[in-house]
């Protein structure tokens, strides 16, 4: 378990904490279904979404699956947040300069030991000094080196000079789904919630609370899906269309209510009919539109 709170506003850390807010909003998932799908608990994600908590490597790893995003670049940011994280990334230089500068007691003014003990410390001085300044600019080398490759492997046009690199990072996943196979599932788990991919049907719609709602489709998966944002807790929305089972998503905590939450997917091969609803937790009644 990592320690908590001292390094938390370091960069890397907090770019990383808003990264795994990223991902978590797009798949969609509730803290209680991530902590039922990965091997960490519900508080344990709670932490690590905050910042209060650097994520282990392998929560980082378990979140990118769920949202179908290659872990390269988020690996490479985890391993800068561990070096801020625990301090190592500064401590080496300041640890050294403390040895490599400590002297003897007994340099007095007007001691001949002193005197006699100057003259034979100067070659070892002049030594001294030197292996300091290589362990010190060895020290610095490695960190600058580690931290170059790693914001290299992080920046998004890291690499813009390599034609496979890019070719692998642009292309898009392969759905897991099409159509009737993919309702009541997961969009982004499915991979079909690839930015690149999806396009909106029609225009956002603003309900009487403040939440927009909007209807997603994926031509690669023939596939749709709702998706609200500006919610409370306790909102739900349902997607659905003639002759297809109705899809439905709550807001089950405040991560729900501070990103997007979508519902499972739909068949999309027909959306003739499709409606949306929104219910807002406070009362009142539902709140539908057809595409």
């Known amino acids: 378990m990592k320690g908590s709170a001292p ?62 995003e290659p872990p390269g670049r988020l690996m490479a940011l985890w391993d800068l947040a561990d070096l801020e994280w625990s301090g190592r990334a500064r401590s080496a230089a300041p640890s050294v300069i403390a040895k490599e500068t400590a002297r003897p007691r007994n340099h007095r003014p007007g001691n001949r030991a002193a005197t006699a003990d100057r003259a034979e410390q ?4 002049r030594t ?77 719609r603003r309900t009487s609370t403040g939440a927009w709602t909007e209807i997603r489709y994926n031509p690669a998966c023939d596939a749709a899906w709702a998706r609200v944002w500006h919610t409370h807790i306790g909102d739900a929305l349902e997607v659905s269309a003639p002759g297809g089972k109705p899809q439905r998503a709550e807001v089950a905590d405040k991560y729900d209510a501070e990103g997007y939450l979508f519902t499972p997917m739909i068949d999309g ?17 539902p709140e539908c539109f057809r595409r």
């Open 7 to 68: 390094h938390a506003t370091t960069p890397a850390c907090m770019r990383l904490a808003g990264e795994l807010r990223e991902l978590r909003a797009r798949t969609g998932l509730s803290l209680a279904v991530l902590a039922e799908r990965t091997p960490y608990s519900k508080s344990s994600w709670d932490r690590y979404l905050n910042g209060k908590q650097l994520a282990p490597r392998q929560a980082v790893e378990a979140l990118c699956a769920l949202a179908t």
């Open 122 to 125: 100067r070659p070892r001085k």
């Open 128 to 204: 001294t000094v030197g292996r300091r300044g290589a362990v010190i600019a060895a020290a610095c080398a490695v960190a600058v080196g580690v931290a170059a490759a790693v914001w290299a492997a992080v920046l998004p046009d890291a690499g813009a000079g390599d034609p496979v690199r890019q070719a692998a990072l642009s292309a898009p996943p392969s759905p897991g789904c099409r159509a009737r196979g993919c309702a009541g599932k997961d969009p982004g788990l499915m991979g079909c919630g690839n930015p690149t991919q999806v396009r909106a049907l029609g225009a956002p």
């Open 269 to 285: 091969s027909d959306l003739t009919g499709l409606r949306v609803c929104f219910e807002p937790g406070g009362g009142g009644g």
